[in-house]
């Protein structure tokens, strides 16, 4: 029989449970959103699979309630290249051939014709870690050019922070704080990492702030000296803004370890925050910090 006429075994990231696949209902952020479709883009470059196109926009309404800053529609962020099936075929194939699960598919062989769904955010960054050229090279190549403003700067951020926000949850106890994902992280905490990072640089370096809050949360922060808020106009611009600093002070979110791992920056986390490695080279610049404790000396360096 002549394989080369058998139809391809294509890969899907599904990224919503309600995926009518112009638009979904509901569903996680960018950094989350953005495992399933690296972990599926890193298995079909593996298994020589083609990617069936995700449906990257979202109708959230909480999103327009709580976060004024970003309703997180993803509508225009990214634009299909010749590797995805994409348009009227997507439907078409998703619609024609049979669909089996991802930890099927990883198992054994795949029968020609099948589609394999990808589907949350399991190991967050472990399936596709090492394949952090293709992953950075293949997102800067579906953006938008309007979400790539980040690289028109003539130098990197010194020092990027990121001040999680919008849907993040305050806690009632430190406790809590420390136990609880998705929680809003005290702004004196990024204070005193910053002022701690300047004492080990020995001047004031230059910080931008990136964040889903208000001017007024963020004022303590961005009253310090050579401070400035920014804001390249997207969840996903603000991303590559992270990924190009020469160091992170990062929130407890999955978006600062997106930053961490596309650009390979040293980051700094608050305590209990550091949920996985994502440095490849240097991992021991990957810290959790608290205020009174040393920094390493290579804080200074970088």
Known sequence: MNR?????????????????????????GLGNLMFTWARSLAAAQRHGWRMIWPTWPSFKPKNWRVNPYDHRTYSDLFRPNDRYVSGWRKPWYLA?????????????????????????????FAPFLEDHKLIRSELLKIARPQHLAAFSEPQP?????????????????????????????????????????RAQAGRDVAAWVFSDGTDEE?????????????????????????????????????????????????????????LQHVLLEYPQREIEWGPGNALPNWVGEV
């Open 218 to 274: 963020l004022a303590g922060l961005l009253a310090l000296p050579e401070v400035q808020r920014m804001d390249y106009g997207s969840g996903l611009g603000d991303m590559l803004g992270l990924s190009r600093s020469r160091l992170l002070i990062a929130s407890g979110s999955t978006f600062s370890m997106w930053g961490s791992y596309l650009g390979q920056v040293p980051t700094i986390w608050h305590p209990k925050k550091l």
């Open 96 to 124: 024609r051939y049979r669909w089996i699960p991802e930890k099927q598919a990883l198992r054994g062989d795949v029968p020609p014709g099948s589609v394999v769904e990808f589907r949350g955010m399991e190991d967050k």
């Open 4 to 28: 080369s006429k058998q139809p391809p075994v294509f890969a899907f990231p599904r990224l919503s449970k309600t995926d009518l696949l112009f638009i979904r209902i509901g569903g996680n």
């Open 157 to 197: 951020a010194p020092i990027a922070i990121h001040v999680r926000r919008g849907d993040f949850v305050e806690q009632a106890s430190y406790r809590d704080l420390l136990n609880v994902d998705n929680s809003v992280l005290p702004l004196q905490w990024y204070i005193d990492a910053l002022r701690a990072v």
